[in-house]
């Protein structure tokens, strides 16, 4: 039966993409997407160099991919569980611990992907770097919106500076990130739990 042969090869190779995929993802936060080498990501993915690059036409396309699986792993991680909370202060704060709980269970080893990431992209433009930024742009506005729910609910003064709300929000999840993936520190996700709960008046 071709047909059957042709939809079981396409499968082994959907599988192998996605294997090597999420070794990326998770090797790109201690390794660094542009110095992640093919031999360390075919040794983790536990396939041959020549077999890896047959998935990816370029450095280039890999590190794309690779940010695309970054936003899959992310979203189950963080994104999906918080919309269970409607939007607004309550909202944010189970957006904000679905992000430290992401820390915490070391979704990717090395932090988090996408500031891990955009420090290491931060000085050298193109479109991978583009990605990470649209990446973050998308952060800071959903949290902006989650925001002016909570104004527009009454949980925030109605003058509230919301750019500012925002900044801090995103400080707080920031020093958690930086000193637990630097110390293992466990108390560094507490206090960013705790301060974003402060700022927002929901202690």
Same mark, same amino acid.
């Given at each position: 039966m071709p047909g059957?042969?042709? $939809? *079981?090869t396409r499968s082994d190779g959907e599988r192998s993409r996605r294997a090597i995929l999420h070794a990326a993802a998770r090797l790109a936060t201690t390794h660094g997407l542009d110095r992640l080498s093919i031999a360390d990501l075919a040794s983790h993915a536990?396939?041959?160099?020549?077999?890896l690059y047959a998935h990816f036409g370029s450095k280039e396309e890999l590190q794309l991919a690779t940010i695309d699986t970054a936003e899959e792993m992310f979203e189950a991680a963080v994104l999906a569980p918080a919309r269970r909370v409607a939007p607004g202060r309550d909202g944010l704060v189970a957006l904000s611990d679905a992000f430290i709980a992401h /820390?915490?269970? $070391?979704?990717?080893?090395?932090?988090?992907?996408?500031?891990?990431? +955009? *420090?290491? /992209?931060q000085s050298r433009p193109g479109p991978v770097r583009d990605?990470?930024? +649209?990446?973050?742009?998308g952060w800071q506005a959903l949290i902006h919106d989650h925001l002016a729910a909570a $104004?527009? +609910?009454?949980?925030?003064?109605?003058? %509230?500076?919301?750019?500012?709300?925002t900044f801090d929000v995103n400080?707080?999840? *920031?020093? %958690?990130?930086?000193?637990f993936t630097f110390t293992g520190d466990e108390r560094a996700l507490e206090w960013a739990a705790r301060a974003v709960r402060t700022?927002?008046? *929901?202690s």
């Open positions: 059957a042969t042709t $939809r *079981a536990g396939m041959s160099k020549s077999g /820390l915490r269970n $070391r979704v990717f080893p090395g932090g988090c992907f996408f500031d891990s990431v +955009a *420090a290491e /992209l990605r990470i930024a +649209a990446f973050q742009a $104004r527009d +609910a009454g949980d925030l003064p109605s003058d %509230a500076d919301l750019d500012q709300l400080a707080y999840l *920031a020093m %958690a990130h930086s000193l700022r927002l008046g *929901a």
